[in-house]
């Protein structure tokens, strides 16, 4: 299962968070995203089957994408 959210200016951390619950997505695109920061990133690490995320142009930084424990994510194998 896919979910494209490119340029989706208005989700932001709790929409974000509310994905955890979609257990079987493989691929999330969240390009261009500006309105998600660090917080909702956790939510996102509970999406166990989750193979292909895209964070481009997000405005994340490089310390919560490590503080939110994505290297955890043993079926992602493409993170952009």
């Given at each position: 299962t896919c979910l494209n959210l490119k340029e989706?200016?208005?989700?932001?951390?709790?929409?974000v968070s509310r994905l955890s619950?979609?257990?079987k997505l493989r691929s999330l695109n969240l390009t261009s995203c500006k309105f998600i920061?660090?917080?909702?990133?956790s939510a996102l690490?509970?999406?166990?089957?989750?193979g292909e995320l895209n964070l481009s142009y997000?405005?994340?930084?490089?310390?919560?994408?490590?503080?939110?424990?994505?290297?955890?994510m043993l079926a992602l194998h493409t993170l952009d």
């Open positions: 989706c200016r208005s989700l932001t951390d709790a929409g619950q979609l257990t920061t660090g917080h909702c990133l690490a509970r999406l166990t089957s989750l997000c405005s994340l930084t490089d310390d919560a994408l490590q503080a939110a424990g994505l290297s955890k």
